[in-house]
C-alpha cells in the first residue's frame, strides 16, 4: 500500500506492546508522556512511555519502562521490522550484524496490526524486552544490549521524531 511505502522509514520500528507480565514488575507503571504519531496527514499511532514512578531519566534508573502504541492504521510486521532497520540506520549511520539479528528475531516476534491494536516493549527490571500485543505476551528478546537500542527509536537524542520524543519524556503535549 502506498502508506506503508510512505512511513516505512518513520514507523520506529515498531510493534511495541500492552501486558506488564506480574512476574516483570510488582509496581503499576504511571505515564510518564504521551504524544501523537503522525506523517503527512495520517495519523499513525498514539505513544506512551510509562515507569514505575512517572518519572525518566534513563534506562537503568527507571527499570522498568514501558512503551505502549495504539495503531489507528492496519501496518503490516514486515513494514515494521524494516523501519526498525531504517530507524537504527538513521540514527547510528550504519548497521551493525546485531541489528540483522534482533531483525530476526523480531519477524518471529511480531505481528501485523489493525487499527486499534496496542502493542507495547517492557524494558523489563532484569535488562531484557518483553513484547506483547493487545495484552498477550508474545515472547522476550534475551540480548540485553537490545532494550535501550530499540527505546532510542523513540527515546534517543538521535530520534527522528524529536517532538515525539518531547511528548514521551513529558516536556510538551503534542507528538510529530
Same mark, same amino acid.
Request: charged residues 20%.
Given at each position: 500500500?502506498?502508506?506503508?511505502?510512505?512511513?516505512?522509514?518513520?514507523?520506529?520500528?515498531?510493534?511495541?506492546?500492552?501486558?506488564?507480565? &506480574? @512476574?516483570?514488575?510488582?509496581?503499576?507503571?504511571?505515564?510518564?508522556?504521551? %504524544? @501523537?504519531?503522525?506523517?503527512?496527514?495520517?495519523?499513525?499511532?498514539? !505513544?506512551? +512511555? !510509562?515507569?514505575?514512578?512517572?518519572?525518566?531519566?534513563?534506562?537503568?534508573?527507571?527499570?522498568?519502562? *514501558? *512503551?505502549?502504541?495504539?495503531?489507528?492504521?492496519?501496518?503490516?510486521?514486515?513494514?515494521?521490522?524494516?523501519?526498525?532497520?531504517?530507524?537504527?540506520?538513521? @540514527?547510528?549511520?550504519?548497521?551493525?550484524? $546485531?541489528?540483522?539479528?534482533?531483525?530476526?528475531?523480531?519477524?518471529? +516476534?511480531?505481528?501485523?496490526?489493525?487499527?486499534?491494536? $496496542?502493542?507495547?516493549?517492557?524494558?523489563?527490571?532484569?535488562? *531484557?524486552?518483553?513484547?506483547?500485543?493487545?495484552?498477550?505476551?508474545?515472547?522476550?528478546? &534475551?540480548?540485553?544490549?537490545?532494550?535501550?537500542?530499540?527505546?532510542?527509536?523513540?527515546?534517543? &537524542?538521535?530520534?527522528?521524531?524529536?517532538?515525539?520524543?518531547?511528548?514521551?519524556? %513529558?516536556?510538551?503535549?503534542?507528538?510529530?
Amino acid at each position: 500500500m502506498l502508506v506503508n511505502r510512505l512511513v516505512r522509514g518513520l514507523l520506529f520500528g515498531s510493534a511495541l506492546f500492552t501486558l506488564i507480565p &506480574a @512476574q516483570a514488575t510488582e509496581t503499576p507503571l504511571q505515564t510518564v508522556g504521551q %504524544g @501523537q504519531f503522525s506523517y503527512l496527514f495520517w495519523d499513525l499511532y498514539e !505513544a506512551r +512511555l !510509562a515507569t514505575a514512578d512517572g518519572q525518566f531519566s534513563n534506562y537503568q534508573q527507571n527499570k522498568p519502562v *514501558l *512503551l505502549e502504541l495504539t495503531y489507528q492504521r492496519d501496518i503490516s510486521k514486515a513494514d515494521f521490522v524494516e523501519a526498525t532497520l531504517d530507524q537504527w540506520k538513521a @540514527q547510528q549511520g550504519a548497521l551493525e550484524s $546485531r541489528h540483522q539479528d534482533w531483525a530476526k528475531q523480531l519477524t518471529l +516476534l511480531w505481528r501485523d496490526v489493525k487499527k486499534g491494536d $496496542r502493542l507495547a516493549c517492557l524494558y523489563r527490571a532484569d535488562g *531484557l524486552v518483553e513484547f506483547s500485543f493487545n495484552g498477550q505476551s508474545l515472547g522476550v528478546v &534475551a540480548d540485553p544490549a537490545f532494550g535501550a537500542e530499540f527505546l532510542d527509536i523513540w527515546l534517543g &537524542a538521535n530520534t527522528t521524531a524529536p517532538k515525539l520524543r518531547l511528548a514521551l519524556l %513529558g516536556q510538551n503535549k503534542n507528538g510529530s
